[in-house]
């Protein structure tokens, strides 16, 4: 397995040309291709590693064609991997093909699902070959600096000052360098909160990966197979989670058990609450996503919801856009905020269209999921158009899995054929 450790470290920091918050997808994609460009760049990571449980598993077409285009496509082929090719929902006792991933075009006709940890540990390892490019890990951020750049607490504890003509914030949903730049995102409301889980299979039989939504009378869950276990979502109203839990764990194991069909060997895997981790399901849009010498990109520009599995895809698209766009003027020292309204301009309408997109799917589905008046008399018209017509289910593969805009991988990082 790669390791993080193989990325370059510098143990004394003083001054790069593109500081990059956070070594999630969207960070390592940027730095990865902005050092391809001569650019140096800086990625700070404030974790001492990229294992994370419960984080996004799902690699889009868009991003293995990315790969491919960067020389990293038969690297990425040895990662421990399953491909996902149909989303099936069974609402009451109808089953339902809501996407069907193999009508899609292009050479990557499926979702792939490997460990974040394993896909991040790649990208630096590729990073790492370029004479400018530098991955400090536990590196927390402090702030921004008076003049450019950050401040951050590095893995020794030690406080140190990075100058940067551009800092861009990777850092997430709770974005540090969102709030330091002054920047406040518009929140969209949104009716539920997942809870994560691990229950483990009790036989592989060796098939594609699946994911599978179940709705039944007031619960609602998807569950992804990843081989020895099935990586699970159970949805909760929005805020109940305080509420729920104090129901105890084994009406937890109760409802997930009877919606999935787990039995009790399975489901005794479950301990306790702490093997249930919550996600704070938050939507929220940024109406600007730079400042002075500050871009935003991924989350920290666009919260999206976990419905469909976009929000891996739709930052490492911001990613390529920004290198992209910002590369040139980096290097020429002439980067101004023009540049990074540019990036913005550039990716707007895709975010706009993905989370009109998920905000029509917690309407349509997770609202009446979670009143308990979805059934298969009540199965949305979508839905059932789509299963009564199955080549339909390739509009629904191409918006999930490839989205409105695929970004095209700038000529400077393309590596082999």
Known sequence: MATAHSARYNSVMGRTRCCVVGGGPAGMVLGLLLARAGVEVTVLEKHKDFFRDFRGDTVHPPTLMLLDELGLGERFAELPSRRLEKMRMLIGDATIVAADFSRIPGPHKYISMVPQWDFLNLLAEAAAEEPTFTLEMGAEVLGLRE???????????????????????????????????????????????????????LEDTGKEAQVFGRFEGGLAGVTMDRGDYFQTSYLIRKGQDAAQRAEGIEKFRERIGGL????????????????????????????????????????????????????????????????????????????????????????AVAVALAQKQQLEEHKMLIEPALDGTLNERTVPLPLRISDRFPQLTALAAFMGGIGPLREKTPAFARRGS
Not at 283 to 306: E, F, N, Q
Request: charged share 25%; proline share 4%; net charge neutral.
């Open 147 to 201: 003049g450019g750049g950050v401040r951050y607490r590095d893995a020794d504890g030690e406080e140190r000052e990075l100058a940067a003509s551009l800092v861009v914030g990777c850092d997430g949903r709770d974005s540090l360098i969102r709030a330091e730049a002054g920047l406040a995102p518009k929140e969209y409301e949104v009716p539920m909160d997942v809870w994560w889980v691990r229950v483990p299979k």
């Open 260 to 347: 999935f069909g787990w039995n009790d060997e399975q489901l005794s895997e479950i301990r306790g609450w702490d093997d249930v981790k919550l996600l704070n399901v938050r939507m929220s849009k940024l109406p600007h996503w730079y400042s002075d010498r500050v871009l935003c990109i991924g989350d920290a520009a666009h919260a999206m919801s976990p419905v469909g599995g976009m929000g891996v895809n739709i930052a490492v698209q911001d990613a390529v856009a920004a290198a992209r766009i910002l590369a040139a003027p980096l290097l020429r020292g002439t980067l101004t905020a023009r540049d990074l309204a540019r990036v913005q301009c550039r990716r």
